[in-house]
């Protein structure tokens, strides 16, 4: 199970990080990653983190602002974003897979097996 915490109100050009909390798997041996979705849009990958080596990916849209992270310890994924805009507010979602690290893109891309419930971010200009 996942739930994203942590979004709500921000000005522009301020930072937000939103949290997700994972219960009965190990995030560490999933792909996770972030999504979000703006109304009257589709659904977009923004930041991804592989299982193995955690290497990333972001989506053009958010590189240089946003950064995914986890804490294994306490089985938690974080995005951080800074410098937010009126056009990153969204419905987060929080998601992971099982699938290999090779297909870390793809997944970002196209979406991934396990979704939590989100979080709203709404940045006022």
């Known amino acids: 199970q996942l739930q994203a915490s942590g979004g709500g109100l921000v000005q522009a050009g301020g930072s937000l990080r939103l949290s997700c909390s994972a219960s009965g798997f190990i995030v560490d041996d999933y792909v996770i990653g972030w999504f979000r979705q703006a109304p009257g849009k589709e659904r977009e990958g923004v930041s991804c983190?592989?299982?193995?080596?955690?290497?990333?990916y972001y989506a053009d849209s958010v590189k240089g602002r946003f950064t995914i992270s986890r804490n294994n310890a306490k089985n938690m994924v974080y995005l951080q974003i800074d410098r937010v805009k009126p056009e990153d507010t969204a419905v987060y979602y929080c998601?992971?897979?099982?699938?290999?690290?090779?297909?870390?893109?793809?997944?970002?891309?196209?979406?991934?097996?396990?979704w939590g419930k989100g979080t709203l971010v709404t940045v006022s200009s």
């Open positions: 983190m592989a299982s193995i080596d955690g290497s990333t």
């Open positions: 998601a992971a897979d099982q699938s290999a690290s090779r297909w870390l893109a793809t997944l970002c891309v196209s979406g991934m097996d396990y």
